[in-house]
């Protein structure tokens, strides 16, 4: 039994105060929802703010991104230990830190593996363009995602890393892939690329998120799917109801 999840990733929306706000508003709604973890990834610069606001809440947080290195000279980065100050869980490879901030498969498995050092729950996002939808490339491409983004970590611990499959084409569009879709390749594709990587038992114990234009009316849709295991939301987890929404659709307790 995978347990679902439900993570809300901010993006870079919200000041401390704003963020403040709706944390207050959420908490009770959204930590009173039993049988679904929930998480916020707020900007960094709230992550020290909201920890203290979710003690004891049933919530975790996570950081949108961070660096495979300890410390040094990477101005603008943030340490794997920086994060695990104040989260459990981390987004890595999130499409538009590949596509704006030069991402490679093999940066998103160096962040992999140094979050798995640092004892953290890694959101490993993958997905195809438009472009590659269109041309019937996802299985290559997300399959591709996987094997590089993957490599060399223990399958042993496997069991920990949650995956977003997150079409592009389908974030922020308002146009979310159909529930059977986002279905088939999460069964077609990422179970069976997980199964080559590590082995079938850790292929089937890893949590698979859909993401990409989830609201709370179309939520029941991905969790019917009995390959999806929750979701990774962006726009709808700014608003408290939509969040509370998705979240209460993905219980299972
Ligand atoms: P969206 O974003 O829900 O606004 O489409 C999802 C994401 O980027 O994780």
Not at 205 to 231: C, H, K, W
Request: hydrophobic letters at 40%.
């Amino acid at each position: 039994m995978r347990t679902p999840l439900v993570a809300g990733n901010w993006k870079m929306n919200k000041t401390t105060a704003e963020a403040r706000e709706l944390v207050a508003t959420i908490l009770a709604p959204l930590g009173g929802i039993a049988g679904v973890e929930k998480v916020l990834c707020p900007p960094s610069t709230s992550l020290p703010v909201i920890a203290p606001m979710l003690t004891g809440a049933d919530i975790g947080l996570g950081a949108q991104n961070m660096h495979w290195e300890e410390k040094g000279a990477f101005t603008g980065e943030l340490a794997p230990s920086m994060v695990k100050e104040f989260c459990g869980y981390v987004i890595i490879g999130h499409s538009e830190r590949r596509a704006y901030f030069g991402e490679t498969d093999e940066h998103v498995n160096k962040k992999l593996r140094a979050a798995m050092k640092a004892g953290l729950t890694p959101i490993v996002c993958v997905g195809e363009t438009l472009d590659e939808y269109e041309s019937g490339r996802t299985g290559e491409v997300v399959s591709r995602q996987i094997k590089l983004g993957f490599a060399s970590v223990d399958s042993a611990s496997a069991s920990r890393i949650v995956i977003a499959y997150e079409p592009v084409w389908a974030i922020g569009t308002g146009k979310a892939s159909s529930g059977e879709n986002a279905n088939g390749v999460v069964r077609q594709v990422i179970r069976r690329a997980l199964s080559e990587v590590f082995n079938e038992n850790a292929a089937q114990s890893m949590r698979v998120l859909y993401g990409g234009s989830v609201t709370g009316s179309n939520a029941a849709e991905f969790f019917s799917q009995p390959e999806i295991d929750g979701a990774l939301v962006g726009g709808a987890s700014l608003k408290a109801d939509e969040f509370v929404a998705i979240a209460k659709a993905a219980s299972r307790p």
